[in-house]
Every structure is written in C-alpha cells, then in structure tokens.
C-alpha cells in the first residue's frame, strides 16, 4: 500500500491538519470491523441513508450517538447468560456487541432512525445554514457614491 506524505501542504494551508487524520483512518481499513454489514445510499443531492443489517437485536440493545461529526453506532446484546445455555448445530447469525463510526461531513445532521425486519435505517440530511448559501449581490446604478 502507498503511503500520502502530506507534509508540503502544512506549509501553505492552515487549519486543514485534520484532514490528514482523516485520511490516515481511511487508509487503515483493515483495522475497520466488517460486522454488521452496511449500505450507504445518497438519496438526494443533501440526503444520505445508512442501512445497518443488525439481525438479532432489538431497538434497546442498540445506540446511535451523533458528536463533533461522527456518527457512532453500537450494539450490546443483554442475554450473555442465556446464550451459554443453548447448543447450536450451526450459528450463522452473529450477536456480537458491535461498534461501528461513521466521519460526517459538515452540517450533516442525524434525522432518525428505525429498525425494521433486521435492518437498522438512519437518515441523514446536510443542513447548511443560511450565513454560509450563496447570496447573490446585487449590481447597484452609482447610489452609493450619490449618498455619501
């Protein structure tokens, strides 16, 4: 694997150090777990879906947490004990405690959530506040040099 040596860009940006960091997670993907499986569908220009197959647990034993744009979701399962108890010929369904973070981009907010059928949807919707849209300036006729 190639490595990104993003020092030359320290001396002339500033401020963007973090996305160094991001890039660094996102190269380290064999330290990511593959449980549970997951979708990440745009649904729109600023809507965003993540599905999470989640079988075998139920809405309390799940988390969602949204901090400083990271999305974590972790699931802990409450009946250790009794799974001790049973004896599987085959178990293809993992209940393991999961832990699973997503990076959000900016203004990227969580709307909700529903588990259905096994599969855990969170929606997500950028949001960008109207200080920072686009304004259009409009071209005045010399009124500001009649004016002073």
């Known amino acids: ?7 030359p860009l320290y ?10 960091s991001l890039m660094d997670a996102a190269a380290n993907t ?5 449980f549970p499986p997951y979708n990440i569908e745009a649904l729109d220009q600023d809507r965003y879906q ?13 988390s969602i947490e949204s901090e400083n744009n990271t999305l ?4 802990i399962k409450a009946n250790k004990d009794e799974k001790k108890e049973r004896k599987f010929i085959h178990q293809g ?17 969580v709307l909700g959530a529903d588990l259905a059928n096994g599969l855990l949807t969170i929606e997500l919707k950028r949001e960008i506040p109207e200080a920072l ?7 005045g006729q010399g009124r500001l040099l009649e004016d002073s």
């Open 1 to 7: 694997m190639r490595t990104v040596d993003l020092s």
């Open 133 to 139: 849209k686009p304004r259009k300036i409009e071209i």
């Open 72 to 75: 974590k979701v972790s699931g």
């Open 30 to 34: 064999d330290k990511q777990p593959s």
């Open 50 to 62: 993540i599905t999470m197959a989640v079988a075998g647990f139920s809405d309390n034993e799940l």
């Open 93 to 109: 369904i993992a209940e393991r405690n999961f832990e699973r973070k997503f990076q959000l981009g900016d203004h990227v907010k």
């Open 11 to 20: 001396r002339s940006f500033i401020g963007f150090d973090h996305l160094a």
